[in-house]
């Protein structure tokens, strides 16, 4: 048995659901989808009424393949990259970054870039020349995530026609960022009529970050941005 998290899209919150289920092992696109397959059934019997989708690249649904940060396609400077490519090279670090030319990289070798794991510690995002920073930690991959989407049409229409998301690479003792709970965050704010509110400024997000609310009422002071990276 393992446990994962669902996350379910309320109309004033993202909710963990935390769900036990049989877990397939092995790297085989087939054992991903029977512990998915687990997953989902589980989760079904607590929330019978729930539409449930798997966003990674192991999805049953071209639908969910194509919500995957490897696949999901951004338009940086007229050219189109990989969402996951464009997010590790947008990382700024103690010692260096962001190491832009990783945007034209494929994902699979943005991820491995030695750099990520040479430079220190992530203190914050550079993005178009205006850097974030690092708190709450998912604050700029979700609120990218979702300017993305929300973009192209076709995918934003039918993401939104669910309830509850898994991604079943995703565990929490060893990741941070959750494409499944970018894509829950998305519904969510549809749901309670946020959403372009929150495309339109940023920092209306961070009221979905309750544990970090309080760290994030004002901007960084404006003659502070050269010692230390600010909001937006």
Sequence with gaps: MAKRPVFLADKSKVIDVQVDFDW??????SQKQKSIQSLHENFSEKCPDKKILEVSSKSELTLGV?????????????????????????????????YTDIYFKTPREAKQDTRLKDSGEIIGFNYKGENWINEPKTFFYDWMYMSTVVKQEDLFNQLIQYDAFTDIEFNPKKSINCQ?????????????????????KPENLLTYYPENKALHKTKIKEEDKSEQMKLF
């Design 24 to 29: 397939f092992p092995g790297f085989a696109p």
């Design 66 to 98: 194509s919500l995957s940060a490897f696949n999901l396609s951004i338009n940086h400077s007229n050219q189109i990259i990989s969402f996951e490519s464009f997010f590790q090279g947008s990382k700024v670090f103690e010692k260096g970054g962001p």
């Design 180 to 200: 499944a709970k970018a894509a829950a965050l998305i519904v969510s704010l549809h749901k309670s009529g946020d959403l372009q509110k929150v495309l339109e």
